[in-house]
């Protein structure tokens, strides 16, 4: 188990996004995607669980928008998982309605 600051991946489970998705939570939150995109390169669709972010700013958002690129660039594709209000909220604030739903869609 981890805890809402520590995004995991399992066999069993999705990535998962920590509550707090924010300038606060940047810099670990990067170095768990970059784990992520190290430990997993064949995966075409990834699902990423989004339903526990309780906050979300555009640093947060920006590290969504990073990781969808990545995985983009490498042929693989973003798919968020039950993403929560507060993130949704965040993406519609910045404009960014249509790549949240590119991603709940994948």
């Known amino acids: 188990m981890t805890d809402a600051a520590t995004p995991a991946t399992t066999d ?3 990535r998962a996004l920590p ?9 670990d939150t990067h170095a768990h995607m970059l ?4 430990a997993d390169r064949d995966t075409r669709v990834w ?4 339903g526990d972010v309780a ?7 920006q590290l ?19 993403a929560s209000d507060a993130l949704q909220q ?12 590119q991603w709940l869609d994948a």
């Open 47 to 50: 699902p990423v669980q989004a």
């Open 64 to 82: 969504l928008l990073s990781l969808s690129h990545s995985l983009h660039a490498r042929g693989q594709q973003l798919h968020l998982v039950a």
């Open 55 to 61: 906050q979300a700013d555009a640093a947060g958002v």
């Open 19 to 27: 509550a707090e998705l924010s300038i606060y939570s940047a810099a």
């Open 90 to 101: 965040a993406c519609r604030r910045l404009g960014l309605s249509q790549r949240l739903s």
């Open 35 to 38: 784990r992520w995109l190290d």
């Open 12 to 14: 069993a489970m999705p």
